[in-house]
């Protein structure tokens, strides 16, 4: 058997950072099975669904790196399967449950559903629909008149599933009463086109979200009820914020997109969200997606809830840009932020950002210069050094400056590398000096905008 998954976004909104864990996780599964991993946009919600949505979503799952390995042949090179152009196909799965008689047309008005929940509100039943069309299957079939589908919840509906990460799961049939499948206007409810597209689209194992699990009662039955083999299920906790309350925009940034914007890497994203619910047997946590895909397993998924921790993603997506060579990093900061200077001043100061939007503030003392105070003699020594040597343009150049830095002043350690610092870069703590007087010296050549080391000294005089 091969593996076949799916992710199955609702067009509404952004991709949200646990959707994209979600995708995440049957990404990974299929690539370590060797198995195929589609999207399904469920988008027969017309209220709410939007084409523009979409694209932003598929957006967001393209930043992050998920290719998908099929869709519908006609619909371009990497469309996706989308649920409202695949009506005909509810309908007829509609039309065998009825064949098969677990279905019937429910001709009940909503004024009249209205009423019979409010009824038995009052009474303290539960406000499961009373089975009055049931009963009298379906009479004015043929007349045409507006009516739903229903399923029938039989006497054996009672459901125990094993939940690859929650482990055994039972319902009762007494939590169900009988549900739509087929609403009058013929659009699916969600439960009946995820069975049926999830049988059509032969998917193994259905990896979703923990509020999708009470669901999966129903679709059980449905399943049962066509004859049809249940997938297997894996129901993936909750994200929560620091409060341990759903993640939500009042803890900050939801969706991925927002995350690009502020500057994090598509592939620290991955490694982040991987790690939200899952760990590697080698307990590491930075990893490539190589190496995620060849340990991934649902049985390392944590059931419990797991918290968004801004921080460690910072830390991570830190790592992540300390590793990459400024030439990669050049194009991705120039999104933010350009000068001519860029690619060195990267590799001058990526150790101390953790966001791409935060070279522009470690990079501005480049083209900012506020002279501080430096004792005059040392200030004089500095100019002299670099009108006989020019400012240094590498590791060797700068040592030797130092060299007859020192002989020229007497002084060594901090008390000579403080006041170089503040004389050339205005700041206490920056990037180390080796680097950035380099820097400083070619990019005044590149850029009018930015004073050379001497220019700086000369500003002291
Ligand atoms: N469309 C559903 C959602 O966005 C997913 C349903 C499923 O995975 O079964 O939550």
Known sequence: MSVRVRFAPSPTGHLHVGGARTAIFNWLFARHHGGAFIIRVEDTDQARSTRESEQMVLDDLRWLGLEWDEGPDAGGPDAPYRQSERVEIYRQA??????????????????????????????????????????????????????????????????????????????KKESLGDFIVLRSDGLPTYNFSVVVDDHEMEITHVIRAEEHLTNTHRQVLIYRALGWTVPEFAHVS???????????????????????????????????????????????????????????????????????????????????????????????????????????????????????????????????????QVERSFAEALAAELRAHGAPRGEAGYKAMVERLKSATGLEGKALFMPLRLAVTGMEHGPELVRAIPLLQRASEADPGVLSPLQRVERLL
């Not at 009474?123 to 229903?150: F, N």
């Not at 940034?253 to 760990?279: D, R």
């Not at 797991?306 to 590793?323: C, E, P, S, T």
């Open 238 to 372: 909750l994200i929560l914020g620091p409060d341990r309350s759903k993640l939500s925009k009042r803890h900050g940034a939801t969706s991925v997109s927002q995350y690009a914007e502020q500057g994090y890497l598509p592939e620290a994203m991955v490694n982040y969200l991987t790690l939200l619910g899952w760990s590697s047997p080698d307990g590491r946590e930075v990893f490539s997606r190589e190496e995620a895909i060849a340990r991934f397993s649902l049985d390392r998924v944590n059931p419990a809830p797991a918290v968004f921790d801004v921080q460690k993603l910072d830390w991570l997506n830190g790592q992540y840009i300390h590793r990459m060579p400024a030439s990669e990093l050049r194009p991705l900061v120039a999104r933010f932020f350009d000068v001519p200077w860029l690619e060195e001043a990267i590799d001058v100061v990526k150790t101390s950002v953790q966001r791409l939007t935060q070279v522009e503030e470690a990079v501005r003392f480049v083209r900012q210069y506020e002279p501080v």
């Open 94 to 171: 509609a039309e065998e449950l009825l064949a098969r008689g677990p279905a019937y047309r429910c001709y009940c008005s909503e004024e009249e559903l209205e009423a019979k929940r409010k009824e038995a509100e009052a009474a303290g039943r539960p406000p499961h629909y009373d089975l009055k069309c049931w009963r009298t299957k379906a009479p004015g079939a043929e007349s045409g008149a507006p009516h739903t589908i229903r399923f029938h919840v039989p006497d054996e509906g009672d459901v125990t599933i094993h939940d690859l990460i929650r482990g055994e799961v039972t319902w």
